[in-house]
């Protein structure tokens, strides 16, 4: 069974800046694209990145909210995705999920529990 | 705003027939596979429907996807009380060069 477990989440002001972590397990990480996606208080889903895996060229893409602001990064020897976020606003304020897929044969589609990033000053 | 459209809220008595539509434009929906999530009060996503008409594993057959030009549909034949949740249309806008979602829509079995 594939597990996600996201944290890192918490309370900053804005403008501030917050990492988020996600330990992966449960499948062979460093083939596994990896992707983050938020939910604001009461609001609809909202992709944020992106990270393919090496072997298929590692190419981050970012949601348009977040481009120049966010950055994922992934660590193959820790079965872990980050998302460094900067310049931090209050419309930044969700839970962010970590997410990854598999749609070949025996398709999975695994979430995290999610981590709550509140920007508040 | 978001660039798939849903309609916000859709209803259904038990055991009838729900369609739930999400309409996009060619950079979207008509050139990418369309993805579906169901998402339940305070619980991550779970997607009910991949590659435009694809049914995972463990998901009942009444939910069944499809796409039509720049439109796509998820349709649950014969809901269910279980099946009330929101419901979200995913899909790779290649214009934006990133996933998108749609606003979501409120399924409310009556």
């Known amino acids: 069974e594939v597990q996600l477990v996201e944290s890192g989440g918490g309370l900053v002001k804005p403008g501030g800046s917050l990492t988020l972590s996600c330990v992966v397990s449960?499948?062979?990480?460093?083939?596994?694209?990896m992707t983050w996606v938020r939910q604001a208080p009461g609001k609809g889903l909202e992709w944020v990145a992106r990270i393919k895996s090496k072997i298929d060229g590692g190419t981050l893409d970012y949601g348009v909210p977040v481009r120049g602001r966010f950055t994922i990064s992934r660590d193959d020897s820790k079965n872990t995705v980050y998302l460094q976020m900067t310049s931090l606003k209050t419309a930044d304020t969700a839970v962010y999920y970590c997410?990854?897929?598999?749609?070949?044969?025996?398709?999975?589609?695994?979430w995290g529990q999610g981590t709550l990033v509140t920007v508040s000053s | 705003q978001s660039v798939l459209a849903q309609p916000p809220s859709a209803s259904g008595t038990p055991g009838q027939r729900v369609t739930i539509s999400c309409s996009g434009s060619?950079?979207?929906?008509?050139?990418?596979?369309v993805f579906w999530y169901q998402q339940l009060p305070g619980t991550a996503p779970k997607f009910v429907s991949y590659r435009n008409n694809m049914r995972p594993s463990g998901v009942p057959e009444r939910f069944s996807g499809s796409k039509s030009g720049t439109s796509a549909f998820l349709v649950i034949s014969g809901v269910r009380s279980e099946d009330e949740a929101d419901y979200y249309c995913a899909v790779w806008d290649d214009s934006l060069r990133s996933r998108v979602f749609g606003g979501g829509t409120k399924l409310t079995v009556l």
């Open positions: 060619s950079s979207n929906i008509g050139s990418n596979y």
């Open positions: 997410h990854t897929n598999f749609y070949g044969p025996g398709a999975f589609d695994s």
């Open positions: 449960g499948l062979t990480f460093s083939d596994a694209w």
